[in-house]
Every structure is written in structure tokens, then in C-alpha cells.
């Protein structure tokens, strides 16, 4: 098993293939969710619109979109 630091909290954690702890990972699908089902309620909002209706930070959606995890009905060059 490989040790390595949360690169969310910074903590010490067993590596199993994703790259946060367990604690972040779940704080993050939370997170994730609630983006989600506001971005479904509201599609034409935009992120800052997002972040504050959801208390997520805009670094984590912006994050979620480069992913791909979430879609837009538009494309930002600078996301």
C-alpha cells in the first residue's frame, strides 16, 4: 500500500487510486450533488451563480466541468 498526502486537505492517507482521502472524496460527491441537482433545477446559471446558491467553491466546479463530470448548454474557453 503507497502513502501519499490528500491533495484536498494535505493529510497522510493509504493511495488506492484516487488522489484525496476518504473523507475528502465524500465531502466532495456531497458537493458534487448538490451542484448537480442546482445546475438541473437552474440550467442557465453560471458558475459564480452556482457557487453561491450552493456554497460550493468555484474552483470545485470549474474542476467538476474540466472533468467532465458536469455539461453546460455552453462552452467557456477558459474553464
Avoid: W
Wanted: proline share 4%; hydrophobic share 35%; net charge positive.
Amino acid at each position: 500500500m503507497e502513502i501519499r498526502n490528500c491533495k484536498r486537505c494535505g493529510k497522510i492517507f493509504n493511495f488506492v487510486g484516487v488522489e484525496i482521502c476518504n473523507n475528502c472524496f465524500l465531502q466532495e460527491q456531497t458537493e458534487f450533488e448538490k451542484v448537480r441537482e442546482f445546475i438541473y433545477g437552474h440550467p442557465n446559471t453560471t458558475v459564480p451563480e452556482v457557487s453561491k446558491a450552493t456554497g460550493v467553491d468555484v474552483r470545485v466546479i470549474s474542476r467538476f466541468l474540466r472533468e467532465g463530470r458536469l455539461e453546460t448548454t455552453f462552452k467557456k474557453p477558459n474553464l
